[in-house]
Nanobody, 120 residues
Framework: QVQVVESGGGLVQPGGSLRLSCAAS????????MAWYRQAPGKQRELVAS???????YYADSAKGRFTISRDNAKNTVSLQMNSLKPEDTAVYYC??????????????WGQGTQVTVSS
């Protein structure tokens, strides 16, 4: 009932930038939180940044000062601008959208992920 699609991943050099985008579609009544997670090989999935419906923002310590999360409520999209990328940022990045569907309820929906590789 809700589809989440990420885009914007790729290969960049250390110090470079990428902008990830995530679009939610389907039978969505409303969206509360939107967030970006990442998972590197051999590691658990971790929260990178999140933004609430009211605009409250959280960043992991590793992302502060380098990453910026934003959302467009009219388009049901969330973006993650990543600057000054480091090799340790290499991971699959996943978008999670907390959406409410009428007569169903509210829960998080995951995208399939987009690969970010930071390497020279």
């Amino acid at each position: 009932q809700v589809q989440v699609v990420e885009s914007g991943g790729g290969l960049v050099q250390p110090g470079g930038s990428l902008r990830l985008s995530c679009a939610a579609s389907g039978s969505i009544f409303s969206i509360n939180n939107m967030a970006w997670y990442r998972q590197a090989p051999g590691k658990q999935r971790e929260l990178v940044a999140s933004i609430t419906g009211g605009g409250g923002i959280y960043y992991a310590d590793s992302a502060k000062g380098r990453f910026t999360i934003s959302r467009d409520n009219a388009k049901n999209t969330v973006s993650l601008q990543m600057n000054s990328l480091k090799p340790e940022d290499t991971a699959v990045y996943y978008c999670n959208v907390d959406a409410r569907v009428l007569l169903v309820g509210s829960r998080g929906y995951w995208g399939q992920g987009t690969q970010v590789t930071v390497s020279s």
